[in-house]
């Protein structure tokens, strides 16, 4: 199994260009969430979905969109990339809701310049 | 907002050496979960354990909990070079896990 599967793994973006990072799961968990890691600060929450058909903002929701197209896709995009945005992307899913173990893909690592 | 903290920030210790970390959190959870990131890796579950737990062990790993106290420590006994990484704490309530800024451990050789 594949497990999560993010794409790009890494990418480069000037100030005000947009990009959408891909994200599947092939475990047929109900749950996927996108997290940035920025050094010194753990993880924080960007969006998430609770199940298919559903989005909701977490704590860092400024500047990106969310689009979950499927039970197992879940896209994270930016629509006019800024310098702030640079990080280390991660999407994760669960089976259901946060009782059980995530599972994280390898992560993205994106440099807006 | 941060709910975990993580402590310490940053521990060097020997091989074969035991090592902890230890992880606060503010408000009631329903489990605490720790996650281990070698670097520039995604993060891998390591053990959860529920509020009504007060102790789990999975191979060299022992985690406690206390409610009371709102606080847990991950215990590594006989730590190996591959060991060598971060540990992250999160706590899990609802839909959403609020994680720590983590706790990066290295084993000296």
């Known amino acids: 199994n594949a497990g999560v599967t993010q794409t790009p793994k890494f990418q480069v973006l000037k100030t005000g260009q947009s990009m959408t990072l891909q994200c599947a799961q092939d475990?047929?968990?109900?749950?996927m969430y996108w997290y940035r890691q920025d050094p010194g600060m753990g993880l924080r929450l960007i969006y998430y979905?609770?199940?298919?058909?559903?989005?909701d903002k977490g704590e860092v929701p400024n500047g990106y969109n969310v689009s979950r197209l499927n039970k197992r896709e879940f896209s994270l995009r930016l629509e006019s990339a800024a310098p702030s945005q640079t990080s280390v992307y991660f999407c994760?899913?669960?089976?259901?809701?946060?009782?059980?173990?995530?599972?994280f893909g390898e992560g993205s690592r994106l440099t807006v310049l | 907002s941060q709910q975990g903290e993580e402590d310490p920030q940053a521990l060097s210790i020997q091989e074969g050496e035991n090592a902890t970390m230890n992880c606060s959190y503010k408000?009631?959870?329903?489990?605490l979960q720790w996650y281990r990131q070698n670097s520039g890796r995604g993060l891998v579950h390591l053990i959860l354990?529920?509020?009504n737990e007060r102790e789990k062990h999975s191979g060299r790993l022992r985690v406690t909990l206390d409610t009371s106290k709102k606080s847990s420590s991950l215990l590594i006994t006989a730590s190996r070079a591959a060991d060598t990484a971060s540990y992250f704490c999160a706590t899990a309530s609802n839909y959403q896990l609020i994680w720590g800024a983590g706790t990066k451990l290295i084993i000296k050789p």
């Open positions: 994760a899913s669960i089976e259901q809701g946060a009782r059980g173990e995530l599972f």
């Open positions: 979905s609770a199940s298919e058909g559903t989005t």
């Open positions: 354990i529920r509020s």
């Open positions: 475990m047929n968990h109900n749950s």
């Open positions: 408000t009631s959870i329903n489990n």
